[in-house]
């Protein structure tokens, strides 16, 4: 296989792993992304290479919209 069918493999793999895992792949996907977005909008310390301490806003925002994605999850709310 050359690096371009690898590539693709790998998009269709990660693809049909965050589709077919809900909760379990896109709920903590989307909390990581938000709280990246949060971090860089209010200059917070980012990253999951820090520790809690070091990046509470951070963590805080990727807890927060874990427990909202899955509530609603459980509620049967759709979120579209």
Known sequence: MDAYALREFGL???CRWHCGNGIA???P???GGSA???AETFT???GL???LRQAWGFYGVIAFSTVLG???NFLGI???
């Open 70 to 72: 899955a509530t609603m």
């Open 44 to 46: 917070w310390r980012e």
């Open 36 to 38: 990246y977005a949060m």
């Open 12 to 14: 269709i793999s990660v």
């Open 78 to 80: 759709n979120p579209i």
């Open 25 to 27: 792949g896109a709920v």
């Open 49 to 51: 290479y820090l520790k």
């Open 29 to 31: 996907i989307l909390a």
